[in-house]
């Protein structure tokens, strides 16, 4: 577990430098591969992994392996052999979910009073979509994913659907080649991030968190959103409810941050620190012209085509700040 300590400030700050400085491009598929010994096995830590990936990124033809090993879908102790068997086993428990479902969809049709209106939402954000790139080409096949999202409602009576999901787990079909990849990579990665962009359970965690981290870093902007400024932080949800989707200039900006969070570098729920980050960058406006809570949050909403590497080097130094501070408990408990 991570501690308050000045080294711990120390390596978040260099990270945030690395970051930045780009000494090293992305690990690429034969770096990935000489992380591991002829068996398959971890041949470096699982931390130096990680730190790795925190300050350079992945390319884009190792993400989806290392993602399955950062979400849990993979074992970090587990060899080649082991690996296989693991994906074997996570494809026959799909097919097994799949077959479960359409044995049940009648019934969940006929006595599920809310499965016709999820149906529908589903069929509706996913209408939405725009499934095409600048050259007409197809991008994302649009009957596989609301597949993957009635057998995930189905299957995960935690998270169930919110609005907003068809988008990210359009990006994990993006990463993914098949079907048994994708629903248990979007799975694993809920929980990973322990359900950090679920409505129900992990937003309002997040916002009472940011509020707590901005009357500690900032006193002043903190008494102006709970004064002129009220309402604002409560109603920065959707950035949480989207993992800051709609942020990004591009699909490997939201990758890159999601791979990030799902390191647990340089801490738990960086998705905090990251949304403090974007806060910041309106805040001077917002204090010189007293704004509302309105346009505070109209502000934040026209932060669009940010750069991921230098929100996610914001966020490093942001929590290198933090932890010199006396941090209040609850803080400490979300963070470490």
């Known amino acids: 577990m991570t501690t308050l300590s000045p080294e711990n400030s120390l390596s978040a700050r260099q990270s945030a430098s690395f970051i930045l400085a780009k000494r090293k491009p992305p690990i690429d598929k034969t770096e990935w591969n000489s992380f591991f010994d002829e068996n398959g096995y971890l041949a470096k830590s699982r931390d130096f992994i990680c730190v790795n990936i925190l300050e350079r990124g992945l390319h884009p033809g190792v993400r989806t392996e290392a993602w399955k090993f950062l979400t849990g879908y993979y074992s970090w102790q587990s060899s080649q052999d082991e690996r296989l068997m693991a994906d074997s086993m996570r494809r026959k428990n799909y097919e097994a979910l ?6 049940i ?31 007409g080409n197809v991008l994302v096949d649009k009957r596989r994913l609301e597949k993957t999202l009635l057998l995930s409602y189905v299957c995960n009576t935690q998270a ?24 248990w990579l979007f799975q694993f990665f809920l929980q990973k991030t322990e359900n950090s962009c679920v409505i129900t359970i992990g937003v309002a965690k997040n916002l009472d968190m940011l509020s707590r981290l901005i009357s500690l870093l900032d006193p002043p902007f903190s008494e102006h959103l709970k004064g002129k400024g009220a309402g604002a932080v409560q109603a920065l949800f959707p950035w949480f409810c989207l993992c800051f989707q709609h942020a990004f200039k591009s699909f490997d900006d939201v990758w890159r941050l ?3 969070l799902l390191t647990g570098k ?9 949304a403090y980050s974007m806060l910041q960058m309106v805040r001077e406006q ?45 803080l400490k408990d979300f963070f470490l």
Request: aromatic share 8%; hydrophobic share 45%; proline share 4%.
């Open 286 to 330: 917002a204090l010189l012209e007293g704004m509302s809570g309105d346009t505070i949050l109209l502000a934040c909403n026209n932060l669009i085509d940010l750069d991921a590497d230098e929100l996610i080097s914001t966020a490093c130094m942001v929590y290198a700040e933090l932890i010199q501070k006396d941090v209040p408990q609850p």
């Open 266 to 274: 340089p801490c738990r729920n960086l998705q905090v620190l990251v």
């Open 160 to 183: 169930e659907y919110q609005q907003g999901f068809h988008e990210m787990v359009m990006l994990f079909q993006l990463m993914a080649e098949h079907d048994h990849e994708i629903f």
């Open 258 to 260: 999601w791979e990030v």
């Open 105 to 135: 969809q009648p019934l969940l049709e006929n006595l599920h009073w809310n499965f016709a209106e999820i149906q529908n939402n589903i069929a509706c954000d996913i209408q939405k979509l725009y499934d095409k790139d600048p050259l």
């Open 98 to 103: 799949c077959q479960m479902y359409e044995k």
